[in-house]
Structures are given as C-alpha cells and as structure tokens.
C-alpha cells in the first residue's frame, strides 16, 4: 500500500500491437493514451510550495537547447533542402537500377479502387527446343487492309456452311487432336463457343483482332491443333455493328456489299502473310482470379483463308490473340464489360518452358518494377515508349534519324526475334566484329540466321558463350526526367543456338518494317521478365523474373 501511494502517477498508456505471424505484411500499431489528472493530484500540485530555482534553471537549460539547436545545420535551410535534393536523386537512381523480383501483389478482397478482378492464362513454347531455323522466324504485327470483293467468300456459300453447322454441332462432339510441339513462339489457350471447345492461341501484342480458324468453309487453312471452329447464324456481325465499323475504318469506301449480311475483313502482317475471314461472335468461358467462372461474349475472327508462313507456323495452333490497344482486342472488349481493367502482362521463361500471361491489374507487382510511358504515335494501338539511347556494353550505338523523338521501341510479342534500325544494326555489326577469336569464329555455312559463330564445341547453352558478348542496355524516357529509366538485356535476350551447335545473333535488320524508324523488341529479347502493358494509366513496366507463376498462385491453370 505504501509502494501504491509514493509512484508516480500515470500519464498515459502506449499499446504496441504486433502483425500476425502468418502476414507480417500488416506491420506493427501503436497507440497511446494520455490520461486527465484527477481532482485530488491538481489538489496536490497547488498546494506544493513552488520552487524558484527549477524556473530559473530550466529556463537557462532551455536557452541553451536553443541557442546549439539554432548554431546546428539542421536549422539551416539551404543545407537542409540539399540533403533532401541529394536523397530525391539519390532514390530515384536506385529505383531506376533495382530491378530484383519482389513480388507483392494486390489482395483482390482489398481492393479499394475496383471490383474487377483478373484472367491469368499459362503460356507453352510452340517447341520444346531452342529455335534454330529461318522458318520458325514469325513477324506480325498485323494491320487491317483494303479488299477486293471476289477475294471473299461468297455470302450464300457461308450461309449454307452455317446451316449445315447449326444442325451438326449441338450431337457432333470435336476431340483434341495435334501436339504442342512446333515453330516459333508463345502460345495459350482459349475455351470458346457453348459447349466450349479449346483452341491454342499465338498471343500477339502487336495484333488488334484475335481470330480462330474457321469451317466457313474453309478455303486455305493450316492443319492446326483442334477442329475448326464451326459457326452458325447467330455467330455473325452484321456490317452495321461498331466493331465491324473499326475494323472496316480504314477501308475505301466501297458499296459492293451493301446487302451482306456479314462483315468481312483481312489482316496483312509484316512478314506478308494474311488472313481473311468475318466477324464472328461467341462466348468465351473464363475463371476469374478469385475463382468464379464467367461467361462473356467476345467479338473474334472467323479466319477461312491463311496465305504466307501463317500456314506453317499455324501448324499446331488455331489461331492469333489480338492483345495490342485497339478496341476489337479481347482485353479491350473485356474492359468494356467491365471485367478486368485494361491491363495486360506476360512472363516468358529464359528455359523454353512457357510462362504465364494475365488479364487485369491484380497480378502487377506494387515495388520495383520499372515504368515508362506510352506512347501514342507512331503506331497508334501498339505498345511503344520512347527511347533516348542504347548502347551495347559501354559504347553507344546511334539510333538514327526518326520522326518521333529520339527513337521508339514497339514491344511485340508475335515476333520471334529483335529488330533494330538500319543505323543501329549496322552499329551493333560492326562492335560484334571484335569477338571474333580463336575461340569463336563465324561460320557463313550455318544459315539460321544473318550471323553465326562457331565455338570449339558445339555449343548446349549460352551460358558456355556469355563471356564473348557484352550485354544491351536500353535508356528510356521516364516520368522523372532526372534520371532514365533502363532496360538491360543480357547475352540470353539476343542470342540463340542453331541446330549445327553454333550461336546466332537474334537480332535482324529492321530497315524495310513499316517505315524503319521503330526498334521492335520481340520474344527473344522479352524473356526472363514480366512486362506489362497498363492502358489505364497510359505505361509500360518491366521487372526481371524467372516466370514460373506469381506470387499467391498456388499453380497455373494448365491445361
């Protein structure tokens, strides 16, 4: 009782509250409370004589404080704003520069700013080897073009090919047939129609309209890795819809087909293939990232005619997914359904074993990763951002002259490999002619590519060669103009091994794509890093990966 009467008097109380042990990404609270005086303590403390000296010492004291705190730097302005100068500058390299992995996604029940969730797809290479052949090379990037009537199918044909479909697909069920081991690129797939059928996309950032070919019939199609996609009269667009409208936009005004009854198109790639077909629209079945199912219906193409290295490299796919910033492509149409927000982001895995790709903004990592705006111009829905410079290991190659900025880079995941401006590959050229060694010697025998070099052993793995090349650095514009914002690409992100066991150099002469002025990094300078493409906030992100699956994804949903 006596302890109780001579302590002190509580002031307050400070909780400390300590996260979980299974989320420690809560971190830590404290709170305090401060506690009124009772009656009977302010009693106490009037009726206590005051001490005169205390005043007068803490007043000195205080005087003191004052007078070193003010002689302190702290107090000074110019050396305070600085230091703080310094730090801005300071952290803005060093978030330019870290680029490790550290995935910490968004929880989609916080969520705070949409009740749209995301698609996340696993990827397969069309091969299970390296590529070694001119003809696995795919080069899209696809642009609608003019027609002419008699190259399209007649309306009545097709009509009849509906009716037929109508009556045969509701008791004729289509088994999967083909393999997953082919030329080129990435692919996913997609369950279409009702009841759904699967089918093996190529996903293409660089193309608008994601089409499946289709027994229209079938005019000129690849053997594929499914049955066609059959169609019936409810399928079709009406030339009248929006979307038949946008893909028709660019067309000259032609009156040939004023009383059709669908909506014909053609897509040109940059390798010269095409393919030709109608607006068709189906369901698309769908498992959202917290688990429910939905069922959407999806504007695609319904392609009966493939010409060019689509019939070679469609051999075990079914089709194209339009993935770029037009409206017809299916993470717009998505968007506009109020699904997901218009995000998108891939991961290619450096070991030819696939990767993911995902719809929507819940998988997008919240530190580290790298961004840098979108452009708008030159190529209005592809997804391009400025360069200021690039250099391979510490000499700078020169871009040349461009008609937007300092140089632009379009970043296409239908094309198989890298592709720089005449200047900058002729640069590039000329550097690479210094690796050339007693170690490794070019080899004008092994035609995989432009350039070849022989090793003293037949090479397994870039690995063996990394010593003789130096890596890609790429300098971006950024939103802080302080600094750039950089992409580094080592010897594994331009460089690929032919079937004699030499390595090739998987960048290739862009001078004749579209008008030249435009790098394009394709998929082997894309691998071993999750990119995404953020058409809401108008920027592109980048952060070093080993994509094999986001974090809080158990497993990928494979099919």
């Known amino acids: 009782m006596e302890e109780t009467k001579n302590s002190p008097p509580i002031q307050g109380v400070v909780i400390i509250t300590l996260p979980p042990p299974d989320n420690p990404s809560y971190g ?134 509906l009716s037929a479909a109508t009556k045969l697909d509701s008791s004729v069920n289509f088994p999967v047939r083909g393999n997953i081991h082919s030329e080129g690129l990435y692919y996913t797939y997609m369950l279409v129609g009702n009841p759904p059928r699967p089918y093996f996309l190529d996903i293409d950032t660089g193309s608008d309209l994601m089409w499946i070919q289709c027994d229209a019939p079938c005019t000129s199609c ?26 028709q936009e660019n067309l000259k005004k032609s009156k ?35 688990g429910t199912g939905t069922k959407p219906s999806v504007v695609f193409g319904c392609a009966y005619d493939q010409q060019g290295t689509l019939l070679n490299t469609l051999a075990s796919t079914d089709g194209i997914l339009g993935l770029s910033r037009a409206p017809i492509s299916l993470p717009s149409q998505l968007a506009s359904h109020g699904l997901i927000n218009n995000v998108i982001g891939h991961c290619l895995r450096t070991d030819t074993n696939g990767g993911y790709l995902f719809l929507g903004n819940d998988f997008v990592p919240q530190w580290r990763m790298s961004w840098v705006p979108m452009l708008n111009n030159p190529f209005p829905n592809l997804y391009q951002a400025q360069l200021m410079k690039m250099n391979y290991g510490g000499k700078e190659l020169r871009l040349g002259s461009t008609s937007y900025g300092q140089g632009t880079v379009v ?18 050229i000329s550097m690479l002619e210094e690796i050339s060694s007693e170690d490794l010697i070019k080899d004008a025998s092994d035609t995989t590519l432009p350039i070849c070099w022989r090793a ?19 300098q971006f514009r950024s939103k802080w ?61 980048w952060i070093r990966s080993n994509c094999e699956r986001p974090e809080k994804v158990p497993s990928l949903p494979f099919f």
């Open 411 to 428: 970043f296409d995941s239908g094309s198989t490999y890298t592709y720089f401006t005449d200047q900058a590959y002729k640069a590039l």
């Open 256 to 290: 040939y087909c004023d009383n059709c009854h669908q909506c014909d198109y053609e897509i040109e790639y940059a390798d010269r293939s095409s393919s030709v077909g109608v607006l068709a629209k189906d369901e698309l079945q769908l498992v959202l990232a917290n």
């Open 28 to 161: 830590k609270t404290i709170t305090a409370f401060t506690l009124s005086d009772s009656p009977t303590h302010q009693q106490q403390q009037e009726e206590e004589p005051p001490q005169q000296s205390q005043p007068h010492n803490q007043d000195l004291n205080t005087g003191v404080l004052r007078a070193s705190l003010e002689r302190s730097f702290f107090f000074r302005p110019k050396i305070v704003f600085g230091l703080l100068g310094i730090s801005l500058i300071a952290l803005s390299f060093w978030s330019s520069l870290t680029q490790e992995t550290l995935f910490e996604l968004r929880d989609v029940e916080h969520d705070h700013k949409s009740s749209n969730s995301s698609f996340i797809l696993p990827l397969y290479p069309k091969r299970g080897g390296a590529w070694n052949s001119r003809t696995d090379v795919e080069f899209k990037l696809g642009r609608f073009v003019d027609f002419k009537p008699d190259k399209f199918m007649d309306q009545e044909k097709i009509a009849k090919s």
């Open 481 to 541: 103009r302080i600094v750039s914002t950089k992409l580094w690409i080592p010897a594994e992100g331009f460089l690929t091994i032919s079937e004699k066991g030499n390595v090739c150099l998987g960048i290739l002469d862009g001078s004749n794509v579209h008008d030249g002025s435009a790098i394009i990094l394709g998929d082997i300078s894309l691998r071993g890093q999750l990119f995404v493409y953020d058409n809401v906030n108008q920027k592109i992100g």
């Open 456 to 474: 003293k052993f037949p090479v397994r793995s870039i690995e063996e060669v990394r010593q003789f090349f130096k890596p890609l650095n790429l």
């Open 222 to 247: 690849a053997k594929g890795a499914h049955p066609l996609y059959k169609p019936r009269n409810v399928n079709m667009i009406p030339p009248k819809n929006p979307y038949c409208v946008e893909v």
